[in-house]
């Protein structure tokens, strides 16, 4: 069976669910327990699978990752509006060698991918989204990765894959399947300048902490277009993490933080949500349960839409501009925009096509004002599909 060397979830964790009202969470999941065995996933639409591996790590980890922790925390939040059955599958324990660790990472979340199951993925250390990334490989072609993180990860020429550069590992490692990559969060003094101009040069899209904070719904569009998502916990608030080791004072709030995972959640593509450099902590392990719970609140909450096949349910607003016109699309059930991308696929076509990218009413508003977003040009230049 694809699932036989997961670890169960510990014993501690389900005497602490025995106490829990009926309504929490850990009372209405599928658990993967050492008595009853692996759970059944069919109908299962999120999988929650914990990661311990930690010897890439940038800084040294000095305890394992308590995934238990988490997951007691999680356990105890209540159920929102929801109707998608959950599982928690347990834990990857570390291999024999950190690539032994990675391929069995591959190998899961490549299995829950065809079974339609979105993994939410605990990490002790972020160089496990490499090996999610190449579980993509014969499944889905030309993904689009969203990183929440105040640094790039692209690391030192030569170096090998840690928890600080596996953004080097997914560029140049093939088969190369990364379409777009996008970091929100970052902070300019913790990236060298070569880093921001590699961005630049591969049109990767990249947001400050600060506009950011200005204004989170910057956030959505960006994760409503990601297939997959990656948060380094490091991006948050030392304070609000409830420790300072290895975290910086300037960070995403605990509010702010969860709105990010509910786009997330939210977002029709996302397949894979992974958490990763946490330390054991309680009011870490308590935030980090809140994160997930957002996410599966979005995932819940999700709305299939498109201008193209439900042209009624959509304004459409065609904006004259000095590079021609641009197309925009509201929808009015969400409230969502999207504007039209032209191909430059298309000369080799015989066919007019044009792509949607996801973008805000503030976009559509600039772009009346003869603004044009860069994220736009840069779409536009890489032959956004």
């Known amino acids: 069976m694809a699932f036989d060397f997961l670890s169960p979830v510990e014993d501690r964790v389900l005497a602490h669910t025995e106490l829990l009202t009926p309504q929490a969470l850990g009372k209405n999941i599928r658990k993967h327990t050492q008595r009853a065995g692996f759970p059944d996933l069919d109908g299962v639409s999120i999988a929650v699978l914990g990661v311990k591996e930690s010897r890439n790590a940038f800084e040294k980890k000095f305890e394992k990752l308590d995934v238990s922790g988490i997951r007691v925390e999680l356990y105890k939040l209540l159920l929102g509006n929801w109707n998608s059955p959950i599982a928690d599958i347990g834990d990857i324990e570390e291999g024999e060698t950190v690539n032994d660790t990675y391929f069995l990472v591959k190998d899961t979340v490549a299995n829950l991918l065809k079974k339609n199951i979105i993994p939410i993925i605990i990490g002790a250390t972020q160089d496990i989204t490499y090996p999610a990334y190449r579980a993509f ?31 080097s590992k997914i560029i140049t490692d093939k088969p ?20 921001i101009d590699l961005m630049e040069r591969l049109f990767f899209d990249s947001y400050r902490l600060g506009d950011l904070i200005s204004d ?4 959505e569009p960006i994760l409503r277009n990601a297939h997959m998502v990656s948060l380094d916990v490091r991006s948050i608030k030392a304070s609000e993490m409830g420790y300072s080791d290895n975290f910086s004072p300037n960070g995403f709030t605990g509010r702010e933080i969860c709105a990010i995972a509910r786009y997330a959640g939210l977002s029709d593509n996302v397949s894979v949500f992974g958490l990763y450099e946490m330390e054991n902590a309680n009011q870490s392990n308590q935030l980090l349960a809140q994160i997930i719970w957002y996410f599966i609140e979005g995932y819940n909450f999700r709305i299939k839409e498109s201008p193209y096949e439900e042209s ?17 699309f509201k929808s009015h059930l969400s409230e969502r925009w999207w504007v039209e991308v032209p191909s430059v696929f298309d000369s080799n076509t015989k066919q007019s096509l044009a792509s949607l990218l996801p973008c805000t009413e503030k976009d559509y508003l600039e772009a009346c004002d003869q603004n044009i977003p860069e994220r736009w040009f840069k779409a536009h230049k890489k032959g956004f599909n």
């Open 137 to 167: 490989d014969g499944i889905k072609n030309m993904l689009n990765l969203v990183a929440i993180d105040s640094r790039f990860d692209f690391g030192m020429d030569e170096e090998l894959i840690s928890s600080n550069s596996y953004m």
């Open 176 to 195: 190369n399947n990364l379409f777009n990559f996008s970091n929100i969060g970052y902070q300019s003094y913790f990236n060298a300048q070569e880093e």
């Open 216 to 219: 989170i719904k910057i956030a």
């Open 312 to 328: 009624d349910a959509f304004t459409k607003y065609i904006v004259p501009t000095e590079i021609g016109q641009l197309v925009y």
